[in-house]
């Protein structure tokens, strides 16, 4: 069975500091990948999403970048945060090709920033 | 307009009772999904649909992509049913899912 493992849980950090956040998918090989984030009380906005290693799409940039270092890996970074950074962060995978089908969602991390 | 519209943005239900969500598009959409979030934020896949109609169990999903809409019905509420339910269309092969607005949904005991 598919598992999808994100981390941190939760991170609290300061407005310039850099950020990390990790997704890690297992029992799938050559996933779609893909990075939403959510804001308080919002709607989810797709931010990256990537077809195999080593390939990134941007869709909504927000000053956030992402890398797909191993089939398996999906990570979100930034040098510098901003407080409108602060919401929820969600990697899913999907069963790969040119659509966004039937996605599985991991159970994401709650970032704040001050 | 909004590329995705969804409604009701709030709505509240006895337990028991019976209601259905619906997605507008301004767009021709190539599929939709439906979505579930619980109050831990997490996001469950409810449906997947490239046309017609899906059930599983008490749920019910239709999408027609000529009228350009989707609707989620929801027969005989429970109280887990409880949380923010959210559409999220394609609108070519793109891999992009643009989201509706969600609709939180109370169930009442």
């Known amino acids: 069975a598919q598992t999808i493992h994100q981390w941190p849980v939760a991170e609290i950090k300061a407005v310039g500091s850099p950020l990390s956040l990790g997704c890690t998918i297992k029992?799938?090989?050559?996933?779609?990948l893909y990075w939403y984030w959510q804001a308080t009380g919002g709607t989810l906005q797709q931010l990256f999403y990537?077809?195999?290693?080593?390939?990134v799409e941007s869709v909504v940039q927000l000053n956030l970048s992402a890398s797909r270092p191993k089939d398996d890996q999906f990570i979100l970074s930034t040098e510098k945060l901003l407080l409108s950074h602060s919401g929820f962060y969600l990697c899913?995978?999907?069963?790969?090709?040119?659509?966004?089908?039937?996605?599985?969602f991991g159970s994401g991390t709650r970032l704040t920033v001050l | 307009g909004m590329p995705v519209e969804q409604n009701p943005p709030a709505l509240s239900l006895y337990e028991g009772a019976d209601s259905g969500l619906r997605c507008n598009f301004s767009?021709?959409?190539?599929?939709v999904q439906w979505f579930q979030q619980n109050h831990r934020g997490r996001l469950i896949t409810l449906f997947y649909?490239?046309?017609g109609t899906k059930e599983n169990g008490r749920l019910k999903s239709t999408f027609n992509s000529k009228e350009r809409y989707s609707t989620l019905h929801i027969k005989d509420a429970q109280l887990e049913d409880s949380g923010t339910y959210f559409c999220?269309?394609?609108?070519?092969?793109?891999?992009?899912?643009?989201f509706g607005q969600g609709t939180v949904l109370s169930v009442i005991p």
């Open positions: 899913a995978w999907g069963l790969g090709g040119r659509s966004a089908e039937t996605l599985y």
């Open positions: 029992g799938k090989s050559s996933p779609n």
């Open positions: 990537s077809i195999t290693v080593g390939q």
């Open positions: 767009t021709t959409m190539k599929s």
């Open positions: 649909l490239a046309q």
């Open positions: 999220a269309a394609e609108a070519g092969g793109n891999n992009k899912l643009t």
